[in-house]
T-cell receptor, first 113, second 114 residues
Framework: AQSVSQHNHHVILSEAASLELGCNYSYGGTVNLFWYVQYPGQHLQLLLKYFSGDPLVKGIKGFEAEFIKSKFSFNLRKPSVQWSDTAEYFCAVDPSNDYKLSFGAGTTVTVRA | DAGVIQSPRHEVTEMGQEVTLRCKPISGHNSLFWYRQTMMRGLELLIYFNNNVPIDDSGMPEDRFSAKMPNASFSTLKIQPSEPRDSAVYFC????????????FGPGTRLTVL
């Protein structure tokens, strides 16, 4: 079945460490890609999105993601995390450009002060 | 802007009871989505509306679930009768025709069916 895979279920980091979260998808053709974040007690918010063009996408709060078409991947990165980055991160794919998002299982990121 | 509003935020009910979840999308948005989040299955799209019309309800788990959007500012998701396996967080999201690819999520309704 077509899917979105997030490799890590839970990541624990110290402040100032670098973060990379993996996301792979199995849909063929042109896809739209998203990363959403859910801070504790808050609703899902869009971090960044990719539709076309430069495969390195910059989002809010210092996050960026790189689309590698040959690897069907869209990994999220942040060079130096803060305690406030503690949250759950979801990768999502719109495989048909019809606004129906398929979400990965999510990765919980805990940043220790 | 108030964002997407959902009510109630928490609902505890007994098996067999009818449950109605409510959503008010962001004013001016023309698409509305209902999602369910569980530990086992993650975030799943249940149904989405465009201009108040249901476009795709293939994610609705079974006939016990129904959704309506009587106008541009209100939608309901109803479960009748409810079962313990329906326990989940239900999210509503909306998007605008000006930025169709960005969905704005509500805070969710945490449903517990005993």
């Amino acid at each position: 079945a077509q899917s979105v895979s997030q490799h890590n279920h839970h990541v624990i980091l110290s402040e100032a460490a670098s973060l990379e979260l993996g996301c792979n998808y199995s849909y063929g053709g042109t896809v739209n890609l998203f990363w959403y974040v859910q801070y504790p007690g808050q609703h899902l918010q869009l971090l960044l999105k990719y539709f076309s063009g430069d495969p390195l996408v910059k989002g809010i709060k210092g996050f960026e993601a790189e689309f590698i078409k040959s690897k069907f991947s869209f990994n999220l990165r942040k060079p130096s995390v803060q305690w406030s980055d503690t949250a759950e991160y979801f990768c999502a794919v719109d495989p048909s450009n019809d606004y129906k998002l398929s979400f990965g299982a999510g990765t919980t990121v805990t940043v220790r002060a | 802007d108030a964002g997407v509003i959902q009510s109630p935020r928490h609902e505890v009910t007994e098996m067999g009871q009818e449950v109605t979840l409510r959503c008010k999308p962001i004013s001016g948005h023309n698409s509305l989505f209902w999602y369910r989040q569980t530990m086992m299955r993650g975030l799943e799209l249940l149904i989405y509306f465009n201009n108040n019309v249901p476009i795709d309800d293939s994610g609705m788990p079974e006939d016990r679930f129904s959704a309506k959007m009587p106008n541009a500012s209100f939608s309901t998701l109803k479960i009748q009768p409810s079962e313990p396996r329906d326990s989940a967080v239900y999210f509503c999201a909306s998007s605008s025709y000006l930025d169709t690819d960005t969905q704005y999520f509500g805070p969710g309704t945490r449903l517990t069916v005993l």
